[in-house]
């Protein structure tokens, strides 16, 4: 599986983004993945923000993201979104999403995950 990411850019602190995760078009679809969003801050090692398993009904949240980003599954799209609201200086870092073998469990640390997307810049001014 290939990942691609998109979404990110610039936006003022309290404001918006919508990152999105997709198969490259030549890559195999998200079935039977669990997906994580993971972050990765300058001088900072790489955290996990949010993740879901296969059938979507387990999600995880960093206790700094919780009730400010969503995560979700859109299978008709094969795309695994990460909705972040009250975007905050601190969450600057470039965005991951990865996959690794799901069912019903999703995976907080980042050695399950076997497919990692390229990146997304997300810078939050003050």
């Known amino acids: 599986v290939q990942l691609v990411e998109s979404g990110g850019g610039l936006v003022q602190a309290g404001g918006s983004l919508r990152l999105s995760c997709g198969p490259s078009?030549?890559?195999?679809?998200?079935?039977?993945?669990?997906m994580g969003w993971f972050r990765q801050a300058p001088g900072k090692e790489r955290e996990i923000v949010a993740a879901i398993s296969w059938t979507g009904g387990n999600k995880f949240y960093a206790d700094s993201v919780k009730g400010r980003f969503s995560i979700s599954r859109d299978t008709d799209k094969d795309t695994i979104n990460l909705q972040m609201n009250s975007l905050k200086p601190e969450d600057t870092a470039v965005y991951y999403c990865?996959?690794?073998?799901?069912?019903?469990?999703?995976?907080?640390?980042?050695?399950?995950?076997?497919?990692w997307g390229q990146g997304t810049q997300v810078t939050v001014s003050s």
């Open positions: 990865a996959a690794a073998p799901g069912g019903s469990h999703y995976w907080t640390g980042s050695a399950p995950y076997t497919h």
């Open positions: 078009p030549s890559g195999r679809t998200f079935m039977n993945k669990a």
